[in-house]
């Protein structure tokens, strides 16, 4: 049976490439169909939906180019880069069109913005046709991530399950409840679709390892979901987070980070100071209990409402 998504269509056995319309009309989207000879899982991969956020992006582009129908079971579904715009403009964080966080839109409006318009359409036209969806990021421009993949705990029980699945079938530390319900990964549970969030790297950089760790990941998440032949490669002491804390900026000035992505703290701890140019401090952030950093912001020049920083809280007990 034709499969069709986006304007696309792929016969069974069939690998097809291209580029859908977004809200403007004009077809820039790059899609990859590949219609497996075997039954399986629709399996949906998404990256740039924050443009400047490279690895992720870069390993999508490589499985478009690696899988061929033969080795799958089912149908995949890989978008490299859906802020497309932004993408040849390396603009940060937001979306050229309308200087919007495009996964703070979902579910989208179709009738609002670009952005919103765009999210409403990722919702309708992909996220509803999967089974399951792996959406990936990075630290954008400013940031630094430590690896981890963030899961929808506000889902239902079998969402939530499935969800926690494709997390294991990873090699990163910690996978990390999200209670998000307006990003790509909370909006897609919402709606019936297993969603994972995966994170790794940063600072708009692009490693060889990034790129090959993202690869294998993305690889055996699919062999768990039956997608492909080869052995999973998950994390047996993968921890399980479900306390966080997240700190943004009070006031427009200078951030200074004091303890890197992936390091351990002490409850009491002074993480990071923002001052003003004179050395004046306007903020403070210390430890609310022992843990590590999930992912920090870099960049010394920060605007009120930014986000800092990120903390984990590991499982207890």
Same mark, same amino acid.
């Given at each position: 049976?034709?499969?069709?998504?986006?304007?696309?269509?792929?016969?069974?056995?069939?690998?097809?490439?291209?580029?859908?319309?977004?809200?403007?009309?004009?077809?820039?989207?790059?899609?990859?169909?590949?219609?497996?000879?075997?039954?399986?899982?629709?399996?949906?991969?998404?990256?740039?939906?924050?443009?400047?956020?490279?690895?992720? @992006? !870069? #390993?999508?582009?490589?499985?478009?180019?690696?899988? /061929?129908?033969?080795?799958? =079971? &089912?149908?995949?579904?890989?978008?490299?880069?859906?802020?497309?715009?932004?993408?040849?403009?390396?603009?940060?964080?937001?979306?050229?069109?309308?200087?919007?966080?495009?996964?703070?839109?979902?579910?989208?409006?179709?009738?609002?913005?670009?952005?919103?318009?765009?999210?409403?359409?990722?919702?309708?036209?992909?996220?509803?046709?999967?089974?399951?969806?792996?959406?990936?990021?990075?630290?954008?421009?400013?940031?630094?991530?430590?690896?981890?993949?963030?899961?929808?705990?506000?889902?239902?029980?079998?969402?939530?399950?499935?969800?926690?699945?494709?997390?294991?079938?990873?090699?990163?530390?910690?996978?990390?409840?999200?209670?998000?319900?307006?990003?790509?990964?909370?909006? @897609? !549970? #919402?709606?019936?679709?297993?969603?994972?969030?995966? /994170?790794?790297?940063?600072? =708009? &950089?692009?490693?060889?390892?990034?790129?090959?760790?993202?690869?294998?990941?993305?690889?055996?998440?699919?062999?768990?979901?039956?997608?492909?032949?080869?052995?999973?490669?998950?994390?047996?002491?993968?921890?399980?987070?479900?306390?966080?804390?997240?700190?943004?900026?009070?006031?427009?000035?200078?951030?200074?980070?004091?303890?890197?992505?992936?390091?351990?703290?002490?409850?009491?701890?002074?993480?990071?100071?923002?001052?003003?140019?004179?050395?004046?401090?306007?903020?403070?952030?210390?430890?609310?209990?022992?843990?590590?950093?999930?992912?920090?912001?870099?960049?010394?020049?920060?605007?009120?409402?930014?986000?800092?920083?990120?903390?984990?809280?590991?499982?207890?007990?």
């Amino acid at each position: 049976m034709e499969w069709t998504i986006c304007g696309l269509t792929a016969q069974p056995g069939e690998k097809v490439q291209g580029y859908f319309a977004g809200p403007d009309g004009e077809k820039t989207i790059p899609i990859c169909l590949i219609h497996g000879t075997k039954p399986g899982k629709t399996v949906l991969l998404t990256a740039g939906v924050h443009a400047c956020e490279y690895p992720g @992006a !870069a #390993a999508v582009m490589e499985l478009c180019r690696e899988l /061929e129908p033969s080795q799958v =079971s &089912g149908r995949l579904i890989l978008v490299p880069m859906l802020n497309v715009s932004s993408f040849y403009e390396r603009l940060p964080f937001v979306v050229k069109e309308d200087g919007k966080n495009l996964n703070r839109m979902f579910p989208g409006d179709p009738q609002g913005s670009y952005s919103q318009r765009l999210a409403a359409q990722i919702q309708r036209e992909l996220h509803a046709k999967a089974d399951y969806l792996i959406d990936i990021h990075s630290g954008d421009a400013p940031e630094l991530v430590m690896p981890f993949v963030y899961y929808p705990a506000l889902a239902r029980p079998e969402v939530l399950a499935e969800s926690q699945r494709m997390c294991r079938a990873m090699s990163v530390a910690c996978r990390v409840a999200s209670t998000s319900m307006v990003g790509t990964s909370g909006t @897609a !549970a #919402a709606i019936g679709t297993p969603a994972i969030l995966i /994170e790794r790297g940063g600072q =708009s &950089g692009c490693s060889p390892e990034d790129q090959a760790a993202y690869r294998e990941d993305l690889l055996s998440i699919l062999a768990e979901l039956g997608c492909l032949e080869r052995p999973v490669t998950g994390n047996p002491r993968q921890m399980d987070i479900t306390e966080t804390a997240y700190y943004d900026a009070e006031a427009n000035g200078c951030w200074h980070l004091l303890r890197q992505p992936g390091e351990e703290f002490q409850a009491g701890e002074c993480l990071g100071r923002l001052t003003d140019f004179f050395g004046t401090v306007l903020q403070e952030i210390t430890a609310p209990w022992d843990g590590f950093v999930l992912y920090g912001t870099v960049a010394l020049g920060v605007r009120a409402g930014d986000s800092l920083l990120a903390l984990a809280r590991p499982p207890r007990g």
